[in-house]
């Protein structure tokens, strides 16, 4: 599993997502928002909306919420407008970080971001520093128990599907953005499930991160995200899954 679904998954085993649910209530609501203002509150019509409404309610978020959500972008109800911005970075190790942002002030957040970046450790950088350094990506995590690596690749590749990893417990599907409500549409036909299935940003190359290092990027990495303008996080850093595991009981 790449080093940051490796880090989001153990996160959310240990219930550290719990924890911050109001907090991603809050990002899923922006997002679905800024969705349905740019292509209208129909998810049918709307792949965006249709992948941001099944993250929040994957999240347990009230139909409700996500309601007043989607008016609040049609302008059906009264709401804020916000910006889509990219921070780009490096943390400690020479890792890249791109923070995906959503914001009603602009210089409030990059002020803000570049302070989070400072104190940990990290600087942010100008645009187009790291932004080469990944590929945007549809991403879908499956566990293995429910299906073996040749009928997954014979489903998959027929829709879209790049590249298939096999790990330990885990497929990895990657797929072009235009795929990826193709490729879950018949890995649902099939009945299966996934643990993750999220339009991301892929890194292209990595770079192998312990130590000293490791902890202070993933405490860099997690202040980033409880940032309330970050949507998501993006690094290319390489972590052993025991130095992970370790991290994640300190922070």
Excluded at 45 to 52: D, E, G, V
Excluded at 54 to 66: C, E, H
Excluded at 163 to 175: P, Q, R, S
Aim: glycine share 8%; aromatic share 6%; hydrophobic share 40%.
């Amino acid at each position: 599993m790449s080093g940051h679904s490796k880090w989001a998954s153990i996160k959310h085993k240990k219930g550290a997502a719990d924890a911050k649910r109001g907090r991603l209530f809050t990002k899923f609501m922006k997002e679905i928002t800024v969705a349905a203002k740019a292509s209208g509150g129909d998810p049918d019509m709307n792949p965006r909306l249709r992948t941001a409404m099944q993250r929040a309610q994957d999240a347990n978020m009230s139909k409700d919420n996500i309601e007043k959500a989607i008016k609040k972008g049609t302008g059906e109800l009264p709401g804020v407008t916000y910006e889509e911005l990219a921070f780009e970075g490096y943390g400690p190790g020479g890792v890249a970080i791109i923070v995906d942002a959503l914001t009603d002030n602009k210089n409030r957040a990059a002020a803000e971001i570049r302070n989070i970046f400072a104190k940990r450790n990290g600087n942010m950088a100008g645009s187009g520093s790291v932004a080469w350094i990944f590929s945007a990506k549809g991403y879908i995590l499956l566990n293995k128990d429910q299906i073996s690596e040749e009928e997954l690749f014979s489903i998959s590749v027929d829709v879209g599907a790049e590249d298939i990893k096999t790990g330990d417990k885990n497929y990895e599907l990657f797929c072009d953005p235009k795929d990826f409500e193709n490729l879950k549409a018949a890995l649902t036909a099939k009945n299966l499930t996934w643990e993750t299935a999220e339009l991301t940003k892929i890194p292209n190359s990595t770079i192998k991160v312990t130590g000293n290092d490791a902890k202070q990027l993933l405490a860099l990495i997690e202040a980033l995200e409880d940032h309330e303008d970050a949507q998501k996080v993006h690094a290319n850093f390489d972590i052993p899954d025991e130095v992970l595991e370790e991290i994640a009981q300190e922070i």
